[in-house]
């Protein structure tokens, strides 16, 4: 049974920035990709980053340019940064593992995840 647990600062100033762990029991290498998600009151779950097992990174419009996802292998920890962030950035943060990358990662159904961690909420002030 693989547990993801998040965690991080989680209230930020608007114009500041955000760090956040996932730490995978288990191990990180067995799955072929790990992704960040977001859900806000009245909006749809969506895809914030994806790292796959090269270590190549995706990022969702919404943060491209201001996230930055990353693992340490050795530690089974799967990093997200943001900076910059805005109020359309508070939201519960999520990550998951992944059995393939898509092209449509960043969008439901979102049924390549299959393991996820139980959130935790980001305030913007």
């Known amino acids: 049974h693989v547990q993801l647990v998040e965690s991080g600062r989680g209230s930020v100033q608007a114009g500041g920035s955000l760090a956040l762990s996932c730490t995978v029991s288990?191990?990180?290498?067995?799955?072929?990709?790990l992704a960040w998600f977001r859900e806000s009151p009245g909006k749809a779950r969506e895809g914030v980053a994806d790292i796959d097992s090269d270590g190549d990174t995706y990022y969702s419009d919404s943060v491209k340019g201001r996230a930055l996802t990353s693992k340490d292998t050795a530690k089974n920890i799967l990093y997200l940064t943001m900076t910059n962030l805005q109020p359309d950035d508070a939201a519960i943060y999520y990550c998951?593992?992944?059995?393939?990358?898509?092209?449509?990662?960043?969008?439901?159904?979102?049924?390549?995840?299959?393991?996820w961690g139980q959130g935790t909420q980001v305030t913007v002030s």
């Open positions: 288990g191990g990180i290498k067995r799955h072929n990709c």
């Open positions: 998951a593992t992944g059995r393939y990358h898509s092209g449509s990662w960043y969008k439901p159904p979102f049924s390549q995840y299959d393991n």
